[in-house]
C-alpha cells in the first residue's frame, strides 16, 4: 500500500508560479512512476506529467515549457514535485498525486486527494 498527500495548491495571478508536492509513503520501494494529474469542472481528468524511477519524464503539450516534474527519496519516503510557472487560467483544476507501483504481474495505481489550483486572469 502507498499513501499520498499532495499539498501546495492555491490561488495565483496569471504568469505566477506555483509548486505542488505530493509525499508518498508506505511501499515505497515498489512505486515505478509518479505522476500529477488534473480534472477541471466538467472535464475529464487529464495527463499533466509523469517520472519514473528512472528518471524518465513525460509532459502533456499544454504543459511543456512551464511545468516541471521532479521526485526526491530517502529511506522512508519519496516525495514529488510539480514546479508550475508562467501559470494561466486554463490551468485551473484539482490535481491529483498518482503512483504506480509493479510487484511480479501486478500493477497498482494510488491516487492522492487532491489539491485545488486556481489562476486568476
Known amino acids: 500500500q502507498v499513501r499520498l498527500v499532495e499539498s501546495g495548491g492555491g490561488l495565483v495571478q496569471a504568469g505566477g508560479s506555483l509548486r505542488l508536492s505530493c509525499a508518498a509513503s508506505?511501499?515505497?520501494?515498489?512505486?515505478?512512476?509518479m505522476g500529477w494529474y488534473r480534472q477541471a469542472p466538467g472535464k475529464q481528468r487529464e495527463l499533466v506529467a509523469t517520472?519514473?524511477?528512472?528518471?524518465?519524464?513525460?509532459?502533456a503539450d499544454s504543459v511543456k515549457g512551464r511545468f516541471t516534474i521532479s521526485i526526491s527519496r530517502d529511506n522512508a519516503k519519496n516525495t514529488g514535485y510539480l514546479q508550475m510557472n508562467s501559470l494561466k487560467p486554463e490551468d485551473t483544476a484539482v490535481y491529483y498525486c498518482n503512483a504506480v507501483t509493479k510487484a511480479g504481474f501486478t500493477t497498482n495505481h494510488y491516487w492522492g486527494q487532491g489539491t485545488q489550483v486556481t489562476v486568476s486572469s
Open positions: 508506505g511501499s515505497i520501494f515498489s512505486i515505478n512512476a
Open positions: 517520472i519514473t524511477s528512472g528518471g524518465s519524464t513525460n509532459y
